[in-house]
């Protein structure tokens, strides 16, 4: 649950919750930021906070995204207009990119806005915590036939050798 607005107010929430993985989050921009660090106990209430490096994780979309072929970190989306998958949504989706500026005579990246009429990015920020909260949660992501079709595990460390 994001804490960028009444922080407090979520701590506690989620502090009642963390048996069932509700955990808060605030999102940081900036360079060398991780995508998502380790969880920080200093604030208020002593609940798990996630700093989530946005930046990293707009960057780490937008590999995604140039992905063409069907297979690992490629990005599914339905092609039902229903789902709520629609023009708006990518046009939400890809609204910023990034730029290096210069601050201080050093080269920084920032993310901006392409289309100034449209300044709509929720899509993008809400894909950037979904993946946060998948890295987080961590589930095992197995389909079942691959989970059938493993090899049997050997049962010791040892083999049993013949002849000997």
């Given at each position: 649950?994001?804490?960028?607005?009444l922080?407090?107010?979520?701590?506690r929430?989620?502090?009642?919750r963390?048996h069932?993985?509700?955990?808060?989050?605030?999102?940081?921009g900036?360079?060398?930021?991780?995508?998502?660090?380790?969880p920080?106990?200093?604030?208020?209430?002593?609940?798990?906070l996630?700093?989530l490096?946005?930046?990293?994780?707009?960057?780490l979309?937008?590999?995604?995204?140039?992905?063409?072929?069907?297979?690992?970190n490629?990005?599914?989306?339905?092609?039902?207009?229903?789902?709520?998958?629609?023009?708006?949504?990518?046009?939400?989706?890809?609204?910023?990119?990034m730029?290096?500026?210069?601050?201080?005579?050093?080269?920084?990246?920032?993310?901006?806005i392409?289309?100034?009429?449209?300044?709509?990015?929720e899509?993008?920020?809400?894909?950037?915590?979904?993946?946060?909260?998948?890295?987080?949660?961590?589930?095992?992501?197995?389909?079942?036939?691959?989970?059938?079709?493993?090899?049997?595990?050997?049962?010791?460390?040892?083999?049993?050798?013949?002849?000997?």
């Amino acid at each position: 649950m994001d804490s960028g607005y009444l922080a407090n107010e979520v701590y506690r929430f989620t502090e009642e919750r963390t048996h069932r993985r509700i955990f808060a989050i605030k999102g940081r921009g900036g360079q060398g930021i991780p995508f998502i660090s380790n969880p920080s106990k200093n604030n208020r209430v002593q609940t798990p906070l996630f700093v989530l490096g946005v930046d990293a994780g707009k960057s780490l979309l937008f590999q995604r995204l140039k992905h063409r072929t069907k297979g690992p970190n490629y990005c599914h989306f339905p092609l039902n207009e229903e789902a709520g998958y629609d023009e708006q949504y990518f046009k939400g989706l890809t609204n910023e990119q990034m730029v290096v500026r210069h601050r201080k005579g050093r080269p920084v990246i920032v993310w901006e806005i392409k289309d100034n009429k449209y300044k709509r990015n929720e899509p993008l920020d809400l894909r950037n915590y979904a993946t946060a909260a998948l890295e987080i949660a961590n589930p095992v992501l197995q389909k079942e036939q691959a989970a059938q079709k493993q090899p049997p595990r050997r049962r010791g460390w040892r083999q049993i050798s013949r002849g000997f």
